[in-house]
């Protein structure tokens, strides 16, 4: 059986120095509740990384869905950052590495 992960890469917008506590505190809140879901398999911050703040990685049932949370994340929302979502297929010892 395929298994099929969602990775979200967040790069910074021209605005994404200006924003707010109340915005980073709607972000937590947001990522609390996706990982209560169970929405999320890993997700952090960058460091180093110029233009791109983090990335969330979904286990959701489509690409679909995950793009759909996407477009939901309060950074995404209030214009402070914009995303990319890549499709990434699980290879781990359950399906031998894709061999």
Request: aromatic share 10%; proline share 3%.
């Amino acid at each position: 059986m395929e298994k099929w992960l969602y990775v979200m890469t967040i790069k910074k917008s021209k605005t994404y120095n200006k924003m707010t506590k109340a915005v980073v505190e709607k972000h937590v809140e947001n990522l609390r509740q996706l990982d209560a879901d169970g929405k999320i398999e890993l997700c952090g911050p960058f460091k180093g990384y110029p233009g791109v703040a983090g990335m969330v990685i979904f286990k959701t049932q489509s690409y679909e869905e995950a793009d759909a949370l996407c477009k939901l994340e309060p950074l995404v929302v209030g214009g402070f950052a914009t995303y990319t979502l890549a499709a990434l297929q699980v290879a781990d010892k359950e399906n031998n590495y894709l061999l």
